[in-house]
């Protein structure tokens, strides 16, 4: 992973936010390469989503919405994680993601000190593992009573009250393994107040998804778009959690964006929708380069269940640190539809021209993360290879991004073979202006061609297009284009096309580039 997030930084996919002073836990930037990157993804989930079939729409709703929206969303009260904080160090963590230890636990009533009141009742414990001696826990245990601002050599002795062997408790910190809090209820929303006056009636959230908007609207856009059941409304959008614990680069973010779709459809239907959801995003992912092998399904148990859903399939993806959800696709049932209308007063139900009666539909959500799925497909491309170098022949370790030509920041890289031949570079200029309009084509006449080469290897560029004498003077031998077509001895106009995956080279005419790259990106 070390090596996926140093390559992020050095190439521009991925910065920390607010570096400069230190950085925000939980947030980031994406650079220059990190934005195409991402907006090719959620154009081809948009694609996918609204362009490529009729029974979607889409939507953009805003970030803040009415306080009233979370309280019957359910977020208000159910939106939570239980916290625990070290009482060492005061790191918080999520109770349900600590790891249990097993060991011999000291429990500690407190201390004795050379001050006037000597005897400070204070109860603290610590867990060392089996076999290690007290003497690890005391020492421990003196800097936990250090930092409630008594000396080290003030304390005359740590009054012991019993110990224990304990077998997977989740009441000591797996760190250091000083005694936890209790766990205590933590609510995931970003609070924040709307206008000049900071009272309790103008709280409000950031979201923390984007569903709750489509819910809302629900009426509105199912009358402007005349759609009938079975018909969805996606969205692309930030959401904000205020996780306790930021962590795996940018896999668990406190502010992060959402592909969400919102399927509508007839009660009593949702099982079956839910199966079909997750056959088409399972064939999605292996169209933006996932493949299939990597990603496993995880029913999830009814305990672990969101509280609004009846049913959820988690897609997970073998990351470098673990496997790890990327989407869920969960059946709500009618939960939200119902609260919004019992909480507005306003109707909600769908009438059944067929049936000639109402109802609330059900929902079924693929809910995907952004952000997750770029650092999956960062995962997925990064490779380190030995290979023999273009020019020299020599060995040496090549990095790359194997993304797939639909994913890939650029496109191809244009270049002339020398930039102080004038006739090289005009050419390369002129095949930039042309693909320029249509899609992200990189110029670069800095280097060495190897170079240059490695260089949007490391980007995940897939092709190369260097113009080169044989354009100007025509080609040495007659081949097959990269098109299929022949390419005669002699012809001029062609260039080197070279394959970032394979390495190979051969030749296209420049008339062909464009029509080529299409099939390949599209
Ligand atoms: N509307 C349903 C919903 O929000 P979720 O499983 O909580 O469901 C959906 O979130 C997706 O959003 C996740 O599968 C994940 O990809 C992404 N996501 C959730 N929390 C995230 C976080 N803290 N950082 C990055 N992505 C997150």
Request: charged share 30%; proline share 5%.
């Amino acid at each position: 992973m070390e090596k996926i997030v140093a390559l992020c930084k050095r190439r521009g996919f991925i910065f920390q936010s607010s570096e400069i002073y230190g950085g925000l836990n939980g947030a980031w930037d994406y650079g220059p390469l990190g934005v195409e990157l991402k907006r090719n993804l959620k154009d081809y989930w948009w694609k996918c989503m609204t362009q490529v079939r009729d029974d979607i729409v889409g939507f953009d709703g805003s970030i803040l919405m009415n306080a009233a929206v979370w309280k019957a969303s359910g977020h208000v009260d159910t939106f939570s994680d239980p916290l625990v904080e070290c009482l060492l160090t005061k790191k918080r963590y999520r109770a349900d993601q600590i790891e249990p230890q097993s060991g011999t636990a000291y429990f500690y009533k407190g201390i004795t000190t050379n001050r006037a009141e000597a005897v400070i009742a204070l109860p603290f414990a610590v867990l060392v593992p089996k076999g290690k001696p007290e003497a690890s826990a005391q020492k421990t245990a003196r800097q936990f009573y250090a930092g409630r601002g008594y000396a080290e050599a003030e304390i005359v002795s740590l009054d012991l009250e019993k110990s224990e062997v304990v077998e997977n408790s989740t009441a000591f910190n797996p760190e250091n393994g000083a005694q936890l809090s209790e766990p205590r209820v933590f609510n995931l929303m970003l609070k924040t107040y709307i206008g000049p006056v900071q009272d309790e009636s103008a709280i409000t959230y950031l979201r923390p998804e984007t569903a709750q908007a489509m819910f809302v609207q629900f009426k509105n856009v199912l009358e402007v778009s005349r759609k009938k059941l079975p018909f969805g409304i996606a969205q692309i959008g930030k959401a904000f959690r205020n996780e306790i614990n930021p962590r795996n680069f940018t896999f668990r973010s406190r502010e992060f964006e959402q592909m969400e779709l919102e399927f509508f459809v007839k009660p009593g239907t949702g099982p079956e929708w839910l199966n079909k959801w997750l056959e088409e995003r399972l064939t999605w992912y292996e169209a933006i380069g996932i493949p299939r092998s990597k990603i496993h399904v995880l029913t999830v148990p009814d305990k672990d269940r969101a509280f609004y859903s009846q049913g959820t399939y988690d897609l997970e993806y073998e990351f470098p640190f673990g496997i790890q959800e990327l989407e869920g696709i969960a059946h709500r049932g009618n939960y939200d539809l119902k609260q919004h209308q019992e909480a507005s007063g306003k109707p909600l139900e769908y009438f059944d021209e067929e049936l000639k009666s109402k109802y609330l539909a059900e929902v079924v959500e693929p809910s995907a993360g952004v952000d997750r799925t770029v650092l999956a497909l960062l995962c997925e491309a990064f490779a380190e290879e030995t290979v023999k170098d273009e020019e020299s022949g020599k060995e040496e370790t090549r990095v790359v991004l194997r993304f797939t030509p639909r994913m890939a920041p650029v496109k191809a890289g244009i270049f002339p073979l020398l930039k102080n031949k004038p006739e090289l570079v005009a050419k390369a200029r002129e095949i930039q202006k042309t693909l320029q309009p249509l899609m992200k084509v990189a110029y670069d006449e800095a280097g060495s061609i190897g170079k240059r080469y490695r260089r949007i290897d490391e980007e995940g560029t897939p092709f190369g297009i260097t113009v080169d004498f044989e354009t100007l003077e025509g080609a040495k031998v007659a081949s097959t284009s990269a098109t299929g077509s022949p390419i005669e001895a002699g012809q001029k106009d062609t260039v080197t096309l070279r394959h970032r995956d394979s390495m190979k080279q051969e030749r296209i005419a420049i008339g062909d580039i464009f029509g080529y790259l299409l099939t390949k990106i599209s």
